[in-house]
Structure formats: C-alpha cells, structure tokens
Antibody
Framework: QVQLVESGGGVVQPGRSLRLSCAAS????????MHWVRQAPGKGLEWVAV????????YLGDSVKGRVTISRDNSKNTLDLQISSLRPEDTAIYYC?????????????????????WGQGVPVTVSS | SFDLTQPPSVSVSPGQTARITCSGD??????AYWYQQKPGRAPVLIMY???ERPSGIPERFSGSSSGATVTLTISGVQAEDEADYYC???????????FGGGTKLTVL
C-alpha cells in the first residue's frame, strides 16, 4: 500500500531555514508528480508546491514563491521541501502528497490535477 | 479566478441527506475533487472528476455538477461522517492547485 512518511519538522526561529523530507513506498515513485500541502492550526488546506516525475518541473503556491524549493531523489524514493526565511505564518502541518490523475506516455509522465494519497503530516512551528 | 467558496458549516441529523456546495469560476471548465478530513487525521480523497468515487468510499457519497457549482451529497448520513470537507480544483495545466475554505459537517 502507498506509504508517505514525513520528517524534519520542529520548532524554528523566524528567518531560519528548514528542510522537510518524505519517504515514499508502495507505488512507482519515479512516475508520480508529488506535492506538499500545508494546514495552519485550525485553518484549511493550502497547496504549497508540486514537482514533476523527473524533477524537471516545479511549481509553487503564491504564499511561498521565492522561499521554497521542492526536490526529489528518484533513486531513494524521497521528496524534500526546503523553506527559507521562515515566518510565523508558515506554522502548519506539512503533508507530503502523491499526485493523482497523472499519466505516462512516450517516456514522459504528466502531473495530474488532484491528490490521491496523503502522508500523516509533520508539524512545523515558527516561533522565537 | 482560483477562489472556491464553500459554506463554513452544514448540520444534519443521522439518516438525513447532507449537501455541501462548492462554487467557483473554475467550474465547469475544470473538475472538482473532494477530501474528507477527520480531526487529527490527514485528508482522504472521496470524490474525483466531479462524480467519481475512489474504491473503498461508501456509495452514500456522491458528487454532482451544475454550472459554476459542484455539490458533494452524503445520503443517509452516519455519525462517522462528521468531518471537515474540502473541495479542490486545478488549472488546466496542473501547475496551480487550490482548495475551498472547507465545510464542517456536524451530525446532530
């Protein structure tokens, strides 16, 4: 079965950086677009970033543009999220999410429009 | 526009039908997707492409679409259906993804 296990969260001071990681198993990771989605305490879901199957394409949400890097290692089935210049409003649970609805053809895989499997999430608190 | 509007809350008694709407300019051009999130848990996909139900999701969950509004219907609501429900869509190239604000379903 699909498993997504996040790590790297914790309490971080404003202005510092943090790297989150996600270990994936149970599916063909190298063929799947992967996302990070976050949820601030008591708030709704916010899409953060997506990376294509081979890492060649990345797209970011408006609130994190310029501060976030999403990357992947298909040899290790891992997904990372680097967040710099952390702000209190970055405090949230960060979910590693497998993209759904994508397809592969001719050696290329396309990012699908939704999220079909979610990790349990990792909490990040930005506070001095 | 990438705004999706959901009612903040919906309340129903057990056995009744709950309808949760989601409105936005993204519809009907792009599909809607629905997620259920119970307290302290990760979201779960419960509907995709407006009306399709993933395997393992009970038949009492259904989806519909009419113009700029999509609706998640839960027939014969059970206590275990009490949760937050989020609609979601994406741009045509799957390069930008967005959620509605969420609806808290209370089973009275």
């Amino acid at each position: 079965q699909v498993q997504l296990v996040e790590s790297g969260g914790g309490v971080v001071q404003p202005g510092r950086s943090l790297r989150l990681s996600c270990a994936a198993s149970g599916f063909t990771f190298r063929n799947s677009g992967m996302h990070w989605v976050r949820q601030a305490p008591g708030k709704g879901l916010e899409w953060v970033a997506v990376i294509s199957y081979d890492g060649s394409q990345t797209y970011l949400g408006d609130s994190v543009k310029g501060r976030v890097t999403i990357s992947r290692d298909n040899s290790k089935n891992t997904l990372d999220l680097q967040i710099s210049s952390l702000r209190p409003e970055d405090t949230a649970i960060y979910y590693c999410v497998k993209g759904g609805g994508g397809h592969c053809g001719g050696g290329v895989c396309f990012i699908g429009p939704y999220f079909d499997y979610w990790g349990q999430g990792v909490p990040v608190t930005v506070s001095s | 526009s990438f705004d999706l509007t959901q009612p903040p809350s919906v309340s129903v008694s057990p056995g009744q039908t709950a309808r949760i709407t989601c409105s936005g300019d993204s519809f009907p051009k792009h599909y809607a997707y629905w997620y259920q999130q119970k307290p302290g848990r990760a979201p779960v996909l419960i509907m995709y492409k407006d009306i399709e139900r993933p395997s393992g999701i009970p038949e009492r969950f259904s989806g519909s679409s009419s113009g700029a509004t999509v609706t998640l219907t839960i027939s014969g609501v059970q206590a275990e259906d009490e949760a937050d429900y989020y609609c979601q869509s994406a741009d045509g190239s799957s390069t930008y993804f967005f959620f509605g604000g969420g609806t808290k379903l209370t089973v009275l």
